[in-house]
Nanobody
Framework: QVPLAEAGGGLVQARGSLRLSCVGS????????MAWFRQRPGTARELVAA????????NYADFVKGRFTSSRDSAKSAVYLQMNNLKFEDTAVYFC???????????????????WGQGTQVTVSS
């Protein structure tokens, strides 16, 4: 059973908005950091945003600061990603992850997270 389920991907025009959601199933993540990663064609999976279990602390990649916002509903083991002012280069498969650190330093962030969803495609047309 896949522990996390993403929803909300789709096709959007540049400068448009999308909201992704992710809910844990079969496991509670109310006390775990949850995060969003993305993988663009031909590139490694990269961290987009991480949110502490309380929702009070966040860590965003530089390339989304000021455009994306991530929030939590820990009671539902859910995490959300509001994406505004989307760019063509934001086109990627977006993955939800849990059970990892809020800050990953220079490490391969994706290797530090234990649970993953199957991903949802976001396509931004220019």
């Amino acid at each position: 059973q896949v522990p996390l389920a993403e929803a909300g991907g789709g096709l959007v025009q540049a400068r448009g908005s999308l909201r992704l959601s992710c809910v844990g199933s079969g496991r509670a993540y109310s006390r775990e950091t949850m995060a969003w990663f993305r993988q663009r064609p031909g590139t490694a999976r990269e961290l987009v945003a991480a949110v502490s279990w309380s929702g009070y602390s966040t860590n965003y990649a530089d390339f989304v600061k000021g455009r994306f916002t991530s929030s939590r509903d820990s009671a539902k083991s859910a995490v959300y990603l509001q994406m505004n002012n989307l760019k063509f280069e934001d086109t990627a498969v977006y993955f939800c992850a849990a059970r990892g650190p809020l800050y990953t330093g220079s490490a391969d962030a994706s290797s530090l997270y234990e649970d993953w969803g199957q991903g949802t495609q976001v396509t931004v047309s220019s």
